[in-house]
């Protein structure tokens, strides 16, 4: 946990749209954090708990919770039949005149408005090269540039498209790899690129008068209006249209040059060719203006003091437990625009860490989904962050009230691991089986050993990696990770036992669940 607030991708609200938006009797203010009106049972009905997030915008706990007039205009949408190219165009030209950009787009995320951008980047309209994506031989413009601040899991999306990405760390860097196969530039917003020496502004300077765009992932950004991004230099800007905006999860917003944004509408669904498959229902086009209208209309300000109050109201219950203290971090940047609280203690005192804290609160009732985190010390304090971004009104009195009561208590105890001698010295070459969800693969660990501590490398199925861990009698924990530098990111953490010549158990890959793997000595 950072005192930075949380990451990437992370706040708020359509009343012009529908007649009887203007008449709703609940107060603007409490409409954009009310909760919905279905049946509490829908998920729970199929097996599936609800939680509260106290935690931010994260896509893995569905992100945020779409806005009552959001919700009505869907539902109107989804009462008539229209033309969608006719459809597209009327959405585009409303939110330029409420945005001030020169056009825009809804699409099915920010992730597929990056790639839209970059397919118009490189194909313009023209659809006898849209239909060979990503297959590029032949093109005139066939380079993305990325800054090195700029590399990050997401770029993925401008990679699909089939360019080839020149990263850069200077502006001389930038200079010698701008030219005539330069198709865009895409920039991830946020602090790291705005104190950089390849800045936005900075960028623009040099690549604008050759009339390259500027691509600006600004995903979890607050909207700006006028639009900061476009104003420093950019082309074109996506956000995502279920986080801040508050809009369908499936939906995002791509905002700027009208050629551009009409050419990505071109490389999307329903027109065919490989962005088909990103499609934006007429749903979700009216859903996602309706959170644009609403973010012009939201009380803003009202929100952080109702954020703020809520915080207040949680850190004053826990400044009754003896050895807690509090304290509330404020967001840097456009990007995840929320106050954060912060709650710590000395695990020693109370025998538990943020870790297990967190995990009790996911795994019992009333599910509650926080951050764990550390603090350097002396004492090192260990603790948990509540965000308020995306809570509900009560949810402030749950999370206090099952937060004090687990503090209060000092029932809980971190996991204890056994230390034992090591069963088996694990030094040399091993072949690992990996069996996925679906297919397998063979991976090699070449590890060492020095007492319990387990060092080596991980050789994937293309990557290697530095791998670390620890043996503890036959109970085996390795952990390899790369990522960020190519724009893509793997953890991967073995757990099992040894006998012998043999190691077999189960694999954490994160967000891409579990494997079980078997291992032999080579």
Request: glycine share 10%.
């Amino acid at each position: 946990m950072r005192d930075a607030p949380l990451s990437r991708r992370d706040l708020l609200r359509l009343t012009g749209l529908l007649g009887t938006s203007a008449s709703l009797p609940v107060p603007l203010a409490e409409a954009a954090q009310a909760r919905p009106s279905s049946p509490p049972d829908v998920y729970r009905s199929i097996g599936v708990r609800p939680l509260i997030n106290a935690r931010g915008t994260f896509t893995i706990i569905s992100g945020s919770l779409m806005l009552p007039e959001v919700r009505a205009a869907m539902d109107a949408a989804a009462r008539q039949y229209v033309h969608l190219d006719e459809l597209a165009e009327a959405v585009g030209a409303r939110l330029a005149t409420l945005t001030g950009a020169e056009w825009g787009l809804v699409t099915s995320g920010c992730s597929a408005g990056l790639t839209h951008a970059t397919a118009a980047c490189v194909a313009g309209g023209n659809p006898d090269l849209y239909v060979r994506m990503p297959n590029l031989s032949g093109f005139a413009k066939d380079e993305v540039i990325i800054p090195k601040h700029s590399r990050n899991v997401y770029d993925a999306a401008v990679r699909v498209v089939g360019v080839r990405v020149i990263e850069v760390n200077s502006v001389a860097e930038l200079e010698a790899a701008l030219g005539p196969r330069t198709a865009a530039i895409y920039v991830l917003a946020g602090q790291s690129a705005d104190q950089s020496v390849l800045n936005l502004k900075t960028i623009a300077q040099v690549a604008n008068p050759k009339g390259v765009p500027i691509l600006v992932d600004a995903a979890a950004e607050i909207l700006t209006i006028p639009n900061v991004q476009l104003q420093n230099g950019a082309a074109l800007v996506a956000y995502s249209g279920g986080k801040c905006l508050r809009g369908p999860q499936t939906a995002g917003l791509l905002l700027g040059r009208k050629d551009l944004i009409r050419g990505a509408w071109i490389h999307s669904a329903p027109h065919h060719g490989p962005g088909r498959a990103m499609k934006v229902g007429k749903e979700e086009a009216m859903g996602m203006l309706a959170a644009v209208e609403m973010w012009v209309k939201r009380d803003h300000d009202g929100e952080w003091k109702r954020w703020m109050a809520w915080l207040d109201h949680i850190s004053r219950r826990m400044s009754t437990i003896n050895g807690v203290t509090t304290n509330v971090t404020q967001p840097g940047g456009l990007s995840n625009r929320t106050p954060s609280l912060r709650v710590w203690w000395d695990p020693q005192r109370f025998g538990f860490s943020g870790e297990t804290v967190v995990r009790t609160l996911f795994e019992t009732e009333p599910r509650i989904s926080l951050t764990a985190g550390r603090r350097p010390g002396p004492p090192v304090e260990t603790g948990v962050g509540i965000t308020p971004y995306m809570m509900s009104p009560g949810d402030e009195t749950i999370v206090a009230d099952r937060l004090h009561a687990l503090l209060a208590s000092r029932t809980l105890r971190d996991p204890v691991v056994e230390h034992a001698a090591a069963a088996v010295d694990l030094s040399g070459r091993w072949n690992v089986r990996i069996t996925y969800a679906s297919g397998s693969s063979t991976h090699v660990l070449h590890l060492t050993q020095r007492g319990n501590d387990v060092g080596g490398t991980h050789q994937g199925d293309f990557v290697a990696r530095d791998l670390a861990g620890t043996i503890n009698g036959s109970d085996v924990r390795l952990r390899s990770a790369y990522g960020g530098q190519t724009g893509d990111s793997l953890s991967f953490a073995f757990t099992g036992k040894v006998s012998g010549d043999r190691m077999e158990g189960t694999l954490d890959m994160g967000e891409y669940l579990n494997a079980a793997w078997t291992a032999t000595r080579g």
